[in-house]
């Protein structure tokens, strides 16, 4: 079956610009994290999404945003861009989390965001 | 607050070595690690581990749980130049979410 999808995959932005990010989960999976990966910092975890809902979120600015449609495809948001944005953004997807059962993550390509 | 520390950062062997990676974590609610290999870009998924004591393998790779002390490794026997990568544990818990908190990952270099 297709995995995880991102698109696109690179874009370069000027500061104060804002930008959209896509992800198509795995046929099934309804939960749907973010995750922004540099070489300073590795992963660290900006939202999960389920069933349209945010289910949890980082520490992240609020200039990060989110929302997940009914298909489960999900889409982040970053408002006035600014170049320690930069970075390689990742999407998982999960079946999701019933008490006792767990299940692992699956990652997209991601997308890398350059700042200029 | 909660994190995973890997160890050691970097590593560089020759092929035919065996590796062992660490990872340590203190996390509320645990109920899972998990082991990632990154090449390029998306993480490769490896093993899950929920249960102390038992080992998870997968041809050359092997892992293994200590809920008590609180620790996994990750080893890897007759290493390849294929396995040159960064392998990131990722710990899994506090609720309901599927949210993972990550190491900043072991990169290995695997020499010819």
């Known amino acids: 079956k297709a995995g995880v999808t991102q698109t696109p995959r690179y874009l370069i932005k000027t500061r104060g610009q804002q930008v959209t990010l896509s992800c198509s989960p795995i046929s099934g999976h309804r939960s749907v994290s973010w995750y922004q990966q540099t070489p300073g910092q590795g992963l660290q975890f900006l939202f999960e999404?389920?069933?349209?809902?945010?289910?949890n979120k980082g520490n992240f600015p609020g200039r990060f945003s989110g929302r997940q449609f009914s298909n489960s495809r999900s889409e982040m948001n970053v408002s006035t861009l600014e170049l320690g944005d930069s970075a390689l953004y990742l999407c998982?997807?999960?079946?999701?989390?019933?008490?006792?059962?767990?299940?692992?993550?699956?990652f997209g390509q991601g997308t890398r965001l350059t700042v200029v | 607050e909660d994190k995973v520390v890997q160890s050691p950062l970097s590593l560089v062997v020759h092929e035919g070595d065996t590796v062992t990676l660490n990872c340590s974590y203190e996390v509320t609610n645990f109920r899972s690690l998990l082991w990632y290999k990154q090449e390029k870009k998306a993480p490769t998924f490896l093993f899950m581990l929920?249960?102390?004591?038992i080992e998870k393998k997968s041809g050359r790779l092997s892992s293994i749980l200590d809920k008590k002390e609180l620790f996994s490794i990750l080893n890897i026997t007759a290493t390849q130049t294929g396995d040159s990568a960064i392998y990131l544990c990722a710990v899994g818990g506090g609720g309901a979410t599927n949210k993972l908190i990550f190491g900043t990952g072991t990169l290995l270099a695997v020499q010819p």
């Open positions: 929920t249960s102390s004591g």
């Open positions: 998982a997807s999960s079946l999701v989390y019933r008490g006792g059962i767990d299940t692992e993550a699956f």
């Open positions: 999404y389920f069933s349209e809902t945010q289910r």
